[in-house]
């Protein structure tokens, strides 16, 4: 790996045309960091039971908030200084360097293991297929989308998710979004036996110094990525991409959860 950049061009095996499924499409209201994580947890563990449908959910945060991976260490954000050692806290599921989600789009997306999206060992490849779509959008916009520092054999490498520096955005692997040379898209996942989740975070716009990436207001500052979601959605699905809500036991479920992402036991846990 040299450190340069390569041109974002989407791989043709992204884009598998041979199935058609629908996708649940979820708008959530911007929320608070422990109830976005319980309600991707809830999705995922329901959808893996097979008690809910394949979902992509697109979310806000509110108030901003850091989340921590999986296997980061509570201290290493003790030490923050403000502002945003000052900011919610919260620990995800999945892996990775700590995120200070604020004026950005988040999405997760959740899908059974047996769906042919990801069956037969193709899980790295749903990474490839949602980054695809959303750098051909924001190339159309204006935005000069590169990619992430790759190897020889053209496959992304990242430091290991318990190293590296603090902040997700400044480290990135092959698959990852970048303009300007910074990191502007990155995502990360949680599998399980019967299903998968992955999310990500686009950033809009950034108001704190130590959150280094680009935004997309640098480079395209008139784009308006909700009149954008419902293509986004169709694409991601490669079929139906049908509008939905939560399901009463999805909600229960998430409300159970909370107590867990709100505790400082599942917080400090390293």
């Given amino acids: 790996m040299n450190g340069e950049t390569a041109q974002y061009e989407p791989p043709v095996h992204t884009f598998i045309r041979s199935y058609v499924h629908t996708l649940r499409v979820i708008h959530s209201p911007p929320l608070d960091g422990p109830t976005n994580m319980a309600r991707d947890e809830a999705i995922l563990t329901l959808v ?5 449908p394949p979902t992509l959910r697109f979310y806000r945060w509110d108030p901003p908030t850091i989340s921590l991976g999986y296997f980061q260490e ?9 502002p945003a050692g000052s900011l919610a806290v919260v620990r995800r599921q999945t892996g990775g360097g700590a995120i200070l989600h604020d004026q950005e789009l988040t999405y997760s997306i959740v899908l059974p293991m047996d769906h042919p999206r990801v069956a037969h060992g193709r899980c790295n490849l749903l990474y490839e297929h949602v980054h695809a779509i959303f750098a051909a959008l924001l190339a159309r916009c204006g935005v000069p989308v590169t990619r992430g520092c790759v190897d020889v054999t053209g496959v992304g490498r990242a430091a290991p998710s318990h190293r590296g520096p603090f902040f997700c ?13 910074r990191k502007l898209m990155g995502s990360a996942q949680r599998r399980t036996a019967d299903a998968i989740l992955q999310h990500g975070s686009l950033v809009l716009d950034c108001r704190f110094d130590q959150w280094s990436c680009a935004t997309v207001r640098q480079f395209a500052p008139d784009l308006r990525i909700d009149d954008h979601l419902p293509a986004i959605a169709r694409a991601i699905a490669g079929g139906e991409a049908a509008p939905g809500t939560f399901s009463p036991a999805e909600l229960g479920l998430a409300a159970s959860l909370r107590t867990k992402y709100a505790g400082t036991e599942w917080t400090r846990r390293r």
Avoid: I, M, Q, T
């Fill in 48 to 52: 893996g039971r097979g008690e809910s």
């Fill in 74 to 82: 509570y201290a290493d954000y003790a030490r923050l200084p403000p």
């Fill in 169 to 181: 955005f400044e480290r990135h692997c092959g698959v990852d979004l970048l303009a300007g040379e």
